[in-house]
């Protein structure tokens, strides 16, 4: 059993950048993968980017090159780096471990001028 919590999301201006965290609540050192999904109002949820306890990662074609996925086992925090945010990117971002057997509550994001 492992819980989660997000957090770091928030209002921001198109361009600009935010950085997520999903803090586990025990050490995360051996799950795989960890992964942020996201929802938007009317969409299904879908997946962000993943990472794998050895550090492969995977991200969303739409996201590539402006949001990175990390983990720090030490702090059992995973992380999702997100710049050059645009309207689009406006959702709920969950983190899941396990093959989305645990999940976290969602944080919001707002890309807005």
């Known amino acids: 059993q492992v819980q989660l919590v997000e957090s770091g999301g928030g209002l921001v201006q198109p361009g600009g950048s935010l950085r997520l965290s999903c803090a586990a609540s025990?050490?995360?050192?051996?799950?795989?993968?960890m992964e942020w999904y996201r929802q938007a109002p009317g969409l299904e949820r879908e997946l962000v980017a993943s990472i794998t306890s050895g550090g492969s990662t995977i991200h969303l074609d739409s996201v590539k090159g402006r949001f990175t996925i990390s983990r720090d086992n030490a702090k059992n925090t995973v992380y999702l780096q997100m710049n050059s945010l645009k309207p689009e990117d406006t959702a709920v971002y969950y983190c899941?471990?396990?093959?989305?057997?645990?999940w976290g509550k969602g944080t919001l994001v707002t890309v807005s001028s």
């Open positions: 899941s471990a396990s093959y989305r057997t645990f």
């Open positions: 025990r050490s995360i050192f051996s799950i795989s993968p």
